[in-house]
């Protein structure tokens, strides 16, 4: 059964930083890209970075580029989500999900979400 | 990268069908053939519905179905059940490599 458990949300201040874990398991981990997705209290789903099966193609959404960097360690089956520079907009549930398809087909499977709220 | 461009809101009686609009442009849902659709109830993680414009994903019921013209994806729900009730994403791949999803329809089921 594929899984993905987000952690490390949490309460932290504007300006702060924060580091994002989501664990896999069920399914080859290194074979597929990976997502976060982020959803603020009450409004929709935003994308936010992908990161390719090797590392070799990252993206991420321009309101966090520069600020956020997304990373996987494919030895520990784990996706990671750097963030610095936190701003109050940057409150959400954020998501792992996978690309479940070599083509940009769509996220097939997703985490339950960790809540990250930046406030003084 | 903006929103792709939902109706805030569609209701239907049970055993109705109703349909969700998705629209976008040229550098998006108009250009690729990689439009996904997402449920999530409330408090939950998100669904995948249907992905690749109109493919449904295995254990998906097939009163969900999609399709594109132009740059408008659609959503369609035939014999509107309760347990549709939820809100509703379009998500499409960019001509940037990144992902844009809707703005999210609320589904009623009245």
């Known amino acids: 059964e594929v899984q993905l458990v987000e952690s490390g949300g949490g309460l932290v201040k504007p300006g702060g930083s924060l580091r994002l874990s989501c664990a896999a398991s069920?399914?080859?981990?290194?074979?597929?890209?990976m997502n976060w997705v982020r959803q603020a209290p009450g409004k929709g789903l935003e994308w936010v970075s992908s990161?390719?099966?090797?590392?070799?193609?990252?993206y991420y959404a321009d309101s966090v580029k520069g600020r956020f960097t997304i990373s996987r360690d494919n030895a520990k089956n784990s996706l990671y989500l750097q963030m610095n520079s936190l701003r109050a907009e940057d409150t959400a549930v954020y998501y792992c999900?996978?690309?479940?398809?070599?083509?940009?087909?769509?996220?097939?499977?997703w985490g339950q979400g960790t809540l990250v709220t930046v406030s003084s | 990268q903006s929103a792709l461009t939902q109706p805030a809101s569609v209701s239907g009686s049970p055993g109705q069908s109703i349909t969700i609009s998705c629209t976008g442009t040229s550098s998006d849902v108009g250009g690729y053939n990689y439009v996904s659709w997402y449920q999530q109830h409330p408090g939950k993680a998100p669904k995948l519905m249907i992905y690749?414009?109109?493919n449904r994903p295995s254990g998906v019921p097939d009163r969900f179905s999609g399709s594109k013209s132009g740059n408008t994806a659609s959503l369609t729900i035939s014999g509107l059940q309760a347990e549709d009730e939820a809100d509703y994403y379009c998500s499409s791949y960019t001509s940037s490599s990144t992902y844009v999803f809707g703005t999210g329809t609320k589904v009623t089921v009245l």
């Open positions: 069920g399914f080859t981990f290194s074979s597929y890209s």
């Open positions: 999900a996978r690309k479940g398809w070599e083509l940009p087909l769509g996220f097939d499977y």
């Open positions: 690749e414009v109109s």
């Open positions: 990161i390719s099966s090797s590392s070799s193609y990252i």
